[in-house]
């Protein structure tokens, strides 16, 4: 397993930050792992970002020194999107078979975690999003079907998306987790528009479903002054609570969104219009 750390970023330090800087403290431009899971733990509200491809072996979820832990969920909770082939995490024995997009959350303490694919030419991809946990919350396989629903924007606007909410607190019991998936119709291209911050939890998106001649471009910051980090496919992006976070695509894509924080409402959010952006 390979894990990276990165330091926490102020709203003031990120006003002198050039492409590179940016990319440096926010981008992540390889979240997957083949045959390894790579990991990327972020002092911003303490996320780990990362995730895995088992092509050859069923994978085993390790701990870290950063962890100072025995097992990786001694003191965490996980959810894991899958965006690839069939597959299947085991965990503490119970085997959980992933379809495309199907999530399952796993709470505090559990200790024994495994990744494989059904096809290795038709590889899993487990995308993997975990927070710090004060008590321990049932194991929930949630498959795509079974997802909160949420149906929004317009053709007219240009971000007519569906947004699967996997671990809400409708659905699935969390210490701090939340979790979804979010796709975009054919010739709608802006997602979280008109965009928000909330000031109560970060964020975390990973882009894909974006073909290799189109990007994404990810808008942050504060509102008065944004800045654009370039996504491409299958890269992912932290989001700092003070940042808005709201990206456009020169095509339509699928992002999945992660959130950590004090409070799991989905509509806690501080609206910004469109108007008052620089």
């Given at each position: 397993?390979?894990?990276?750390?990165?330091?926490?970023?102020?709203?003031?330090?990120?006003?002198?930050?050039?492409?590179d800087?940016?990319?440096?403290?926010?981008?992540?431009?390889?979240?997957?792992?083949?045959?390894?899971?790579?990991?990327?733990?972020?002092?911003?509200?303490?996320?780990?970002?990362?995730?895995?491809?088992?092509?050859?072996?069923e994978?085993?979820?390790?701990?870290?020194?950063?962890?100072?832990?025995?097992?990786?969920?001694?003191?965490?909770?996980?959810?894991?999107?899958?965006?690839?082939?069939?597959?299947?995490?085991?965990?503490?024995?119970?085997?959980?078979?992933?379809?495309?997009?199907?999530?399952?959350?796993?709470?505090?303490?559990?200790?024994?975690?495994?990744?494989?694919?059904?096809?290795?030419?038709?590889?899993?991809?487990?995308?993997?999003?975990?927070?710090?946990?004060?008590?321990?919350y049932?194991?929930?396989f949630?498959?795509?079907?079974?997802?909160?629903?949420?149906?929004?924007?317009?053709?007219?606007?240009?971000?007519?998306?569906?947004?699967?909410?996997f671990?809400?607190?409708?659905?699935?019991?969390?210490?701090?987790?939340?979790?979804?998936?979010?796709?975009?119709?054919?010739?709608?291209?802006?997602?979280?528009?008109?965009?928000?911050?909330?000031?109560?939890?970060?964020?975390?998106?990973?882009?894909?479903?974006?073909?290799?001649?189109?990007?994404?471009?990810?808008?942050?910051g504060?509102?008065?002054e944004?800045?654009?980090?370039?996504?491409?496919?299958?890269?992912?992006v932290?989001?700092?609570?003070?940042?808005?976070?709201?990206?456009?695509?020169?095509?339509?894509?699928?992002?999945?969104?992660?959130?950590?924080?004090?409070?799991?409402?989905?509509?806690?959010?501080?609206?910004?219009?469109?108007?008052?952006?620089?």
């Open positions: 397993m390979e894990l990276t750390v990165r330091d926490y970023s102020s709203e003031e330090d990120y006003k002198h930050y050039d492409t800087r940016l990319r440096k403290e926010y981008f992540i431009a390889q979240p997957f792992g083949i045959d390894e899971i790579k990991l990327v733990y972020s002092m911003i509200d303490r996320i780990i970002v990362g995730g895995v491809i088992p092509v050859h072996k994978v085993v979820l390790g701990s870290a020194p950063e962890l100072r832990a025995e097992n990786f969920l001694d003191r965490r909770e996980m959810g894991i999107i899958n965006i690839g082939g069939a597959g299947v995490v085991t965990a503490d024995g119970e085997k959980y078979a992933f379809n495309h997009f199907d999530c399952l959350y796993l709470g505090r303490e559990t200790k024994k975690i495994t990744f494989a694919s059904i096809d290795p030419n038709k590889p899993a991809k487990f995308y993997i999003n975990s927070t710090p946990a004060h008590k321990k049932p194991n929930v949630m498959p795509l079907e079974k997802a909160n629903h949420r149906h929004c924007g317009s053709k007219e606007t240009a971000n007519e998306r569906t947004i699967n909410r671990i809400i607190p409708e659905k699935v019991q969390s210490c701090q987790l939340s979790m979804g998936l979010t796709h975009l119709e054919p010739g709608s291209v802006w997602n979280t528009m008109p965009c928000h911050t909330h000031a109560r939890r970060m964020e975390v998106y990973l882009y894909f479903d974006i073909d290799a001649d189109e990007a994404v471009f990810h808008f942050m504060p509102a008065n944004t800045r654009h980090i370039v996504m491409h496919n299958e890269t992912a932290i989001s700092p609570s003070w940042s808005i976070h709201s990206g456009c695509g020169t095509k339509n894509y699928t992002f999945i969104w992660g959130m950590a924080g004090e409070n799991q409402d989905f509509d806690d959010m501080d609206n910004i219009e469109t108007k008052d952006l620089r």
